[in-house]
């Protein structure tokens, strides 16, 4: 890469070195500073005399489209083969200056613009990949110490293609794994402190006061549209912020649902809404009302009932399903007309063939729904403050041996990079409500009789309860909210890496490995057994895990320069959960198990996790031309639990000593409920230019 010298004063010096943290910021004025003393000025010409600065950079331009038909996880516009989601470009900048024997800086600004990339992924955003302060860092040594302050990246580990140790940065997953390690790792103020201890060992140690950034998730940046349109929303965060399965714009409409069978039973009895009569219907569920074959008939029968009242017949009126797919779907002021994925008009209640919500709440009772009238949704963000007790600590020892055996051995204490997300219910004055399940019995009639009596059958009703133990009536005290609130979880880590060379006859081979065990990990639990009675919040949780995962790999050269590089991969979750339930008030069994986040949905039970998460990897990587001007990288990487697949075709050939051009092909094939099948219809072909000066 090219670089310029630049004199530079002592004093931009500075200024380039202060962080901007805690509040501080680079673009604040700064008072000027007299010269009061002939020597200071003196010392300082002498500065500017020998100071240089050293500019390079590159200009970059990246075009990518869609190579098959289809739709986005969270898009309603379908797409068609050749059409662009991706037009970027980018100018970056290096900067590196000496400011003293021991003492140098390095900085590395950047501008990005992406034309077709959605609010939020468009330009630049602090703390993600196109953040217009990438790194900015003193290097300095002292007593046989080096020392790096300020923002950058550390990277541990040994594996390829993925990030196992490599849990220092958080990562962007704007294009899932597209991206280079190096430009997806997000940079953090840190220090780094390493020390040669000798015969092949050294000790780094790793501060990190800026705690509390995170994976940057597609779906979880703007929780109000779910990132609708960006291409890798994955079906695990689309269940949370998606416009049709997102939980957090189902509860908005299931509000309203709740809203809309209060005023029809009201109207039915003749009331006004908000009378809390749903309460007296805890014997009828989804499932029960469903079944009804005359809706009308059933009401009729009720003492005091006229359906006529909301205008339907008083015998021979729709089914209940009917009705409840016309409450869900018809214009006000009938219905809703929901947007999001509640009813499609059949109940299957059978695991694995649930389609939408109601599918899967069909032990919940209509006394449930007193608490759910009018029902509101928040998304709140927990920061960490940066007190001392937040920080992240890491520590490295490294050591290399004369028979070809280098290895670390690692530790990290750490807020998990994945956020997790947890749910619970908040009266209109905010006071957080208990969910309390409430048994009955009832008979055939739906009329409540004593536990045991022949004939008879169990209901659970969800009741949110204040502080002080009364039942809380949204009609009285305003809407409930369904919160759900985002945070971090306290990890430490302990991992081990390795690397061997061995001499064999065929060919050299390096041997390389990743041994990690996380503990105080949390996974998504999802209980469908209180989901089936109405307990959204108890149904959908985050659990504490520890977590053990490690890599093998081996390397070769095939021939004069074939590289050759596979991996095996495990993750295995030493708390993992897979039982069947049946709480008082189901009407079946029910899986309760850990789910996978990337990939649980409403449209597939909620995705069961495997107990080892099993990957494969094959890299391939060889030059040609005269001076290996072109080089040609495919990296296949194969999911056994589904079968899935992602295949990176990549070419990179330099034109010129300044110019690079680049063409990449990513394949993704497999179960569409897999981690990589999930976005088979996001492959895509990307074309790319670099000038570099």
């Known amino acids: 890469m090219k670089t310029k010298n630049i004199v530079l004063s002592s004093v931009v010096i500075a200024a380039l070195s202060l962080p901007a943290f805690a509040g501080g910021d680079l673009t604040e004025p700064v008072e000027e500073t007299q010269v009061v003393d002939a020597n200071v000025t003196e010392e ?53 200056g000496e400011l003293g024997e021991d003492t140098s800086f390095h900085s590395e600004l950047q501008l990005t613009s992406d034309t077709k990339g959605i609010e939020g992924y468009e330009h630049h955003r602090n703390y993600t990949q196109n953040d217009y302060l990438r790194e900015l860092y003193i290097d300095t040594a002292y007593k046989g110490w080096d020392f790096r302050l300020g923002k950058q990246q550390v990277v541990w580990g040994k594996a390829d293609g993925v990030k196992f140790l490599d849990i220092i940065n958080p990562t962007d997953f704007r294009e899932w794994g597209q991206n280079t390690m190096e430009d997806s790792r997000i940079p953090l103020w840190m220090l780094v402190a390493e020390k040669d201890l000798g015969e092949n060992d050294s000790l780094q140690l790793v501060w990190v006061p800026d705690v509390g950034r995170i994976n940057q998730i597609p779906g979880l940046y703007d929780v109000n549209t779910g990132d609708q349109g960006q291409p890798f929303v994955s079906l695990g965060a689309a269940s949370i912020t998606g416009q049709r399965n997102g939980f957090f714009q189902i509860g908005k409409e299931f509000g309203k649902v709740a809203g809309a069978f209060d005023g029809a039973f009201s109207g039915v009895f003749g009331m006004m809404p908000g009378n809390g009569i749903l309460q007296g219907f805890a014997g009828m569920t989804v499932n029960g009302f469903t079944q009804i074959p005359d809706v009308s008939g059933f009401l009729s029968s009720q003492p005091g009932a006229d359906p006529t009242r909301i205008g339907l017949p008083a015998v021979g009126g729709p089914n209940g399903a009917q009705m409840l797919y016309g409450v869900v779907h018809r214009p006000a002021p009938n219905g809703i007309q929901a947007k999001t994925n509640l009813f499609d008009g059949q109940m299957n209640v059978q695991h694995g063939t649930q389609n939408d919500i109601f599918d899967y709440l069909g032990d919940t009772t209509f006394a449930t729904f007193n608490g759910f009238i009018g029902m509101n949704t928040v998304y709140r963000v927990n920061d960490l403050s940066q007190k001392l007790k937040n920080h992240n600590f890491g520590i490295r020892y490294k050591k290399g041996t004369d028979f070809g055996l280098n290895y670390t051995l690692n530790y990290y204490r750490h807020w998990e990079n994945n956020p997790m997300v947890n749910l619970h219910w908040e009266a209109a004055n905010g006071e957080e409500l208990t969910a309390t399940p409430v048994a009955g019995t009832f008979n055939r009639m739906g009329a409540p009789v004593a536990a045991g009596t022949p004939g008879s059958y169990q209901t659970t009703t969800m009741a949110l309860q204040t502080a002080s133990g009364g039942q809380y009536n949204p009609s009285a005290s305003g809407p409930a909210s369904l919160v759900f609130e985002q945070s971090v979880d306290r990890v430490d880590t302990i991992g081990a890496s390795f690397d061997y060379a061995i001499d064999t006859p065929f060919m050299p081979v390096v041997l390389r490995g990743e041994f990690v065990y996380d503990k105080g990990s949390k996974v998504p639990q999802v209980d469908l057994g209180k989901l089936a009675y109405g307990d959204l919040a108890g149904a959908l949780t985050m659990q504490d895990a520890d977590i053990f995962k490690y890599v093998i790999g081996a390397d070769v050269t095939v021939g004069k320069n074939l590289f050759v590089s596979l991996q095996f991969m495990d993750t295995w979750n030493l708390d993992y959960t897979d039982e069947q339930v049946q709480y008082t008030g189901n009407t079946q069994s029910y899986g309760k198990f850990t789910a996978n986040p990337a990939t649980l949905s409403l449209t597939n039970g909620f995705k069961k996790a495997e107990e080892h998460q099993i990957m494969y990897t094959l890299f391939l990587s060889k030059p040609f031309l005269e001076s290996d001007a072109l080089r040609v990288n495919n990296l296949f990487l194969y999911e056994q639990e589904d079968g899935g697949y992602w295949n990176r075709l990549d070419l990179e050939y330099s034109y010129a000593d300044d110019i690079l051009l680049t063409a990449e092909w990513n394949k993704y094939g497999g179960d569409k409920n897999g981690v990589f099948g999930q976005f088979e219809e996001m492959s895509n072909i990307q074309i790319g230019a670099k000038y570099i000066f």
């Open 44 to 96: 300082v010409e002498e500065v500017e005399e020998t100071s240089t600065l050293e500019v390079s950079g590159y200009l970059k331009t990246e075009i990518a489209a869609y190579t098959q038909d289809g739709q986005r996880v969270n898009g309603l516009d379908r797409h068609d083969r050749g059409d662009l989601h991706k037009a970027e470009g980018t100018l970056k900048l290096f900067i590196n």
